[in-house]
């Protein structure tokens, strides 16, 4: 069983360029979960969401961040117009249906704004 | 707001010592726990949790912690470290009945000598 898997594991990007990071939750997991893990800084969190839908995302900037979870496919997690302060490792993590509060992370996708 | 602390940023130990990494919770009612560890350029695994009843919780690879709720705290032990052990450990909550929106300490950094 595959755990959760994101890519790019590694991306660069200039400022104003838009970055995707992409997450594809573990077999049988519907419930999906992105963190921010920002340089000397513990994982803050960002969106929680299920198929199709945007559970919570009270940890997500108010402007050019967004997150999806669509029915067929990765979840997608989309800053728009990157400034160097989204310089991050971006984490998904994944939980099955019957939530037993433990996540499933994967390895980080980290991105860099030059 | 709720909040987390690991007031030890980075910890040293000698190979084969025993090891408690500490962690303290700001949270009114009796949250859910969990430590997680975080190798270099890796993602989180779950070490233990801790949701109710026995307030010493087994976890893997040799990793015990006690909730104790006067002190509000959630303590990381560990008898015997071993080399591979060297990781980075972060302490956290759930404080919104176990939907997996976690709170993260800071980290704890521990370095494991020969």
């Known amino acids: 069983n595959a755990g959760v898997m994101q890519n790019p594991r590694h991306l660069v990007r200039r400022r104003g360029q838009e970055a995707r990071l992409r997450c594809s939750p573990m077999?049988?997991?519907?419930?999906v979960y992105w963190y921010r893990q920002l340089p000397e800084e513990g994982l803050k969190f960002m969106v929680y969401?299920?198929?199709?839908?945007?559970?919570?995302e009270s940890g997500m900037p108010k402007e050019r961040f967004s997150a999806e979870f669509p029915k067929e496919g990765p979840s997608i997690l989309r800053i728009q117009q990157v400034v160097r302060g989204d310089s991050a490792a971006y984490f998904c993590?994944?939980?099955?249906?019957?939530?037993?509060?433990?996540?499933?992370f994967g390895e980080g996708s980290r991105l860099t704004v030059l | 707001a709720q909040s987390v602390t690991q007031p030890d940023i980075h910890i040293t130990v000698s190979e084969g010592a025993s090891l408690e990494l500490r962690c303290n919770y700001s949270?009114?009612?009796?949250?859910?726990l969990f430590w997680y560890v975080q190798s270099p350029g890796q993602g989180l695994q779950l070490l233990l949790k801790?949701?109710?009843?026995?307030?010493l919780v087994q976890g893997i690879k040799g990793f015990e912690a006690e909730f104790k709720r006067s002190q509000s705290s959630f303590n990381l032990r560990k008898p015997s470290v071993h080399w591979s052990d060297a990781a980075e450990y972060f302490c956290?909550?759930?404080?919104?009945?176990?939907?997996?929106?976690?709170?993260f300490g800071q980290g704890t950094t521990l370095q494991v000598k020969p």
């Open positions: 993590a994944s939980s099955p249906l019957s939530n037993t509060g433990e996540l499933f």
């Open positions: 077999k049988g997991h519907s419930h």
């Open positions: 969401l299920q198929k199709e839908n945007i559970i919570d």
């Open positions: 949270y009114g009612a009796t949250p859910y």
């Open positions: 801790y949701f109710s009843g026995d307030t």
């Open positions: 956290a909550v759930d404080t919104s009945s176990n939907t997996g929106k976690l709170i």
